[in-house]
């Protein structure tokens, strides 16, 4: 009787059936007989709809996901910082972004899946062999039916199981499984930050074309805590998310201008005025940059640097020249002056070598250098939307760096020590403060090559908000 009943149903109840089935673990059949008990039992209601309504397949979109919806699958990791998630839930759904959810285990202890659930729209999933997903292998769809996957909080607990191609629950599965970007935001205490294993298993996940979006610098949870390792905010997440579906690159479509190097101010045709700066992270900024989808000019003062691909090179020499080659190459989205542009230059440049005279010394009077990243940042018109400064210092970083926003009227200060006993002031690492109206924060020791990705994504995260 119940298989007859079942062959004579439509194909839209027998998949209803057929999901009711599976979330009880019951067979079709089984099924049948229950519903029609209860059916009895109730005096002839619908026990079919009074039950509990199923789990929507996970191929199927939400009504208020359209075809041109752009679907993000955000995994919760297991940390205090969890709390977040459902604020970045809000933000991705401000975007324009429809939302599925992953709990992990851990996840469940500081959120509910019913609080995710209900800010998303829909289910959030925590198990691997939950049979009302499982039935059709559902963790390979939740992999595949979104345009990119969000890990926030990132644990280290969860970062070393993405490394090391862990598949034990199913957020691993789905992060194995997909072959979507993947973009993470870390999130842990920053002793853990900084152990070694940690950052050999955020090197593996860059390798492997993962994304990172913070942490920053801050207070922790616990009491008297303080460093990196605190969850990128939820805006700065959604911003890149947004970059990230938006086209090829979080830059897609924004030009950028980047200085770089040093400048030589001639005294004669052998002598000249410079500093120490390599070039190396400026260049680093401008390969970043393109690689992120800007149409980038740099321009650049004499260093022994290869031209980065994928960028328009300007050379100069002078101060002068760089910047007359900067209002050349405007308008510009973004500028960023990483260059170290000398403060002066003599009066008069000597046509030819000034010879050495027994028992006098030639007089070298100076004249001030245009202020380039000043001027650039005081236009009233044509100028960039955001204007990125650099401050080496020896002494009072931040103070200086401060006072440096203020009076260059830049957007933001990029500020380092290149006090000879920090090796930075031609060398490959790298430590920064980015001073801002908002604050400042600090970013560890790293490569200029990671502080030039770091500081692409932040620029790419603030061109994507609302201009004020």
Not at 401 to 410: H, I, R, S, T
Request: hydrophobic share 45%; proline share 6%; aromatic share 2%.
């Amino acid at each position: 009787m119940a298989s007859l009943t079942v062959r004579q149903l439509d194909d839209q109840l027998k998949k209803l059936l057929r999901l009711r089935a599976a979330r009880h673990g019951r067979s079709m059949e089984d099924e049948v007989r229950v519903i029609l008990r209860r059916a009895a039992e109730e005096s002839g209601r619908d026990a079919l709809d009074r039950d509990e309504l199923p789990v929507r397949p996970l191929g199927s979109r939400p009504h208020a996901a359209g075809a041109d919806t752009r679907r993000v699958l955000l995994i919760i990791g297991g940390g205090i910082a969890a709390y977040k998630s459902l604020d970045l839930i809000r933000r991705l759904q401000d975007r324009g972004f429809h939302v599925r959810c992953v709990l992990t285990a851990a996840a469940q202890h500081f959120i509910t899946p019913l609080a995710a659930g209900a800010l998303a729209g829909g289910p959030a999933y925590t198990d691997l062999f939950d049979p009302r997903s499982e039935f059709d292998v559902g963790h390979i769809r939740l992999a595949r039916d979104a345009d990119v996957v969000v890990v926030a909080p990132a644990t280290a607990d969860l970062i070393a199981k993405m490394a090391g191609g862990h598949a034990d629950d199913l957020a691993t599965a789905v992060l194995l499984a997909t072959d979507k970007p993947v973009l993470v935001a870390p999130a842990m205490n920053p002793h853990m930050w900084a152990a070694k294993a940690t950052q050999r298993n955020l090197a593996q996940l860059e390798a492997d074309g993962v994304r990172l979006v913070g942490p920053n610098s801050g207070e922790m949870a616990e009491r008297g805590e303080a460093g990196v390792g605190r969850m990128a905010e939820a805006p700065e997440i959604a911003a890149l998310v947004a970059a990230l579906v938006q086209g090829s690159g979080s830059l897609a479509g924004k030009r950028v201008l980047v200085t770089s190097g040093p400048t030589t101010e001639p005294i004669d045709p052998v002598r000249f005025i410079a500093n120490r700066s390599s070039g190396k992270q400026g260049h680093a900024i401008a390969s970043a940059a393109a690689a992120a989808g800007a149409d980038v000019v740099l321009v650049s003062g004499p260093v022994n640097l290869s031209d980065p691909p994928g960028v328009s090179v300007v050379h100069v020499e002078t101060a002068n020249e760089m910047l007359a080659a900067v209002e050349k190459a405007l308008p510009a989205d973004v500028a960023v002056f990483a260059a170290a542009v000398a403060d002066w230059r003599p009066r008069q440049r000597n046509r030819s070598k000034i010879k050495k005279q027994q028992g006098r010394t030639p007089t070298l009077e100076l004249v001030e250098n245009p202020d380039i990243l000043s001027t650039i940042a005081h236009r009233k018109s044509g100028r960039p939307r955001l204007v990125v400064g650099f401050a080496a210092e020896t002494d009072d970083v931040i103070a200086n760096a401060k006072a440096k926003l203020k009076n260059k009227a830049c957007d933001w200060i990029v500020a380092n020590d290149v006090s000879p006993a920090t090796g930075i002031m031609g060398g490959d690492v790298n430590t920064v403060h980015i001073v801002t109206a908002k604050g400042v924060e600090s970013w560890p020791p790293q490569s200029k090559d990671d502080v030039a990705r770091a500081l692409v994504e932040r620029i790419a995260a603030a061109s994507q908000e609302p201009e004020r």
